[in-house]
């Protein structure tokens, strides 16, 4: 089971750090990524890292502005959300795949948080 949460009503150009917790023993197997659904919007991948720790990926729109790291030892996975915009907002995912494959694509994670809500106004 995962549990995110970190997020919040901000104004554009602040930070958020978002967290992702699981009581899974087998947590510093997984890659763990961050995907993010928009209102109206597909829910799309945002950041990903390997067991770990040493590869991480981003997509374009937050490269540069957010960084993914986890902490083993904790189970725990966080995106640091830097510079944000009005169009950062949306639904926060965390989501674990057991095959470690650091993939871009929702449908490689078995397992997935509940969500935390990222509202950043102009």
């Known amino acids: 089971q995962l549990q995110a949460s970190g997020g919040g009503l901000v104004q554009a150009g602040d930070s958020l750090r978002l967290s992702c917790a699981t009581s899974g023993r087998a947590f510093s197997r997984y890659a763990m990524a961050w995907f993010r659904q928009a209102p109206g919007k597909e829910r799309e991948f945002v950041a990903v890292i390997g067991r770990s720790g040493s590869n991480t990926y981003f997509a374009d729109s937050v490269k540069g502005r957010f960084t993914i790291s986890r902490d083993n030892a904790k189970n725990t996975v966080y995106l640091q959300m830097n510079t944000l915009k009005p169009e950062d907002t949306a639904v926060y995912y965390c989501?674990?795949?057991?095959?470690?494959?650091?993939?871009?694509?929702?449908?490689?994670?078995?397992?997935w948080g509940q969500g935390t809500e990222v509202t950043v106004s102009s």
């Open positions: 989501a674990a795949d057991p095959y470690n494959l650091s993939s871009r694509h929702d449908f490689n994670y078995d397992y």
